[in-house]
């Protein structure tokens, strides 16, 4: 079945929105990943330097 130009065009910005959607949203999570992990790392520094203080006394 043979489909119209218009019909075309639609169906090829639709894919294209899609697509766009579907990066932004593997940015987006990539970017919370590295902010988790940063905050993560942060919070690990402070317990182990306070496990040290408490250990050195």
Not at 14 to 37: D, G, K
């Amino acid at each position: 079945m043979r489909r119209s130009r218009t019909e075309v065009g639609r169906w090829r910005m639709l894919r294209q929105q899609q697509r766009r959607r579907t990066r932004w949203l593997e940015s987006q999570s990539r970017r919370n990943l590295r902010i988790y992990a940063i905050r993560k790392s942060s919070i690990n520094h402070q317990r182990n330097s306070l496990l040290f203080a408490i250990h050195d006394r």
